[in-house]
Structure formats: structure tokens, C-alpha cells
């Protein structure tokens, strides 16, 4: 008689987070967070490659990516994604997107180049209020000044 094969798992747990967990990939999409709200990070790194060989087998040249704080994936850097980034940093210097506080969030109904839509990682320039945020910080204003136009503000 054959011996039977067995696999032996630990025990699951329940889960109810972005389904991206289950891919297998070093690159963040929309599988990967949530499409119902913001999700904030800060810009640990950026990564050039001069090539990149896609599991559909595509090769891409020159990419730029994110590696944000605390995450494995990196999130390739689109056209869009880098004029937002430069008017964020103030300047077109990859260095200066480092330590960037963005939100990402998911648009659904994008035009990929191949001519198919879908959902899309984007971010987002402003920041939306997040709960707990300082409000910002008050004016000083000359006592002598009638006009009371404000001096400097509290860094």
C-alpha cells in the first residue's frame, strides 16, 4: 500500500485586509491597499533601474520606483506621479522626494496604455485633514500694528 502524502499547515487567521497580500510581487497596485480610503506613507527611498523585466514578460527602461517605510513593495513611478512628486519636493530632484509624507489612494477607472481601463495606484499632492492632525499654528500679530497682518507664524 502507498504511503499517503500529508501537508501540514499552521493554522490561519481570519483576515479581512487588502487582497494583494496573497501576490507574490515586489511591486505595489491597487490589490495591495484599500480602495475606500487614503492610505499614507512616507517616501523611504527611490530606486532607479535602468531595466526591468515584468512577469508578463514586458521589459520597462529606466523606471523609477518608491520604497516607502515599513513596506516590501515598491511602486513604479508614472509621468503623472512624477509631476506630483516635483511640485510636492519643490524641485525635479529625485533626492528631494525622500522623506515626502503622500497619500496614496486608488482611482478606478483608468486608461492604461495597452487601451484597457481599471482600477490605479495615484497619489495625492494635498493631504487630506487626518483625525488627530495639529491644527495649524496661530499667527503672531504686532500689538502696534492696526492692521494686524501677521508677522511669522509658529514653526
Request: with cysteine.
Amino acid at each position: 500500500m502507498a504511503k499517503q502524502k500529508t501537508t501540514t499547515i499552521a493554522d490561519g487567521q481570519e483576515y479581512s485586509g487588502p487582497a494583494g497580500i496573497s501576490r507574490e510581487s515586489v511591486w505595489l497596485t491597487n490589490e495591495d491597499i484599500p480602495h475606500d480610503r487614503d492610505t499614507v506613507v512616507i517616501i523611504d527611498r527611490v530606486l532607479f533601474f535602468k531595466e526591468v523585466t515584468y512577469p508578463n514578460q514586458q521589459v520597462g527602461h529606466n523606471i523609477l520606483a518608491l520604497v516607502f517605510r515599513g513596506s516590501s513593495r515598491m511602486l513604479r513611478v508614472n509621468a503623472t506621479m512624477k509631476r506630483t512628486l516635483n511640485r510636492l519636493a519643490g524641485n525635479n530632484s529625485c533626492g528631494a522626494w525622500k522623506g515626502l509624507r503622500i497619500a496614496l489612494f486608488v482611482e478606478q477607472e483608468v486608461r492604461y496604455a495597452n487601451g484597457t481601463t481599471g482600477p490605479a495606484v495615484r497619489i495625492r499632492p494635498d493631504l487630506p485633514p487626518q483625525p488627530g492632525d495639529a491644527a495649524p499654528p496661530a499667527a503672531h500679530y504686532d500689538d502696534d500694528d492696526e492692521d494686524r497682518e501677521p508677522l511669522e507664524r509658529d514653526e
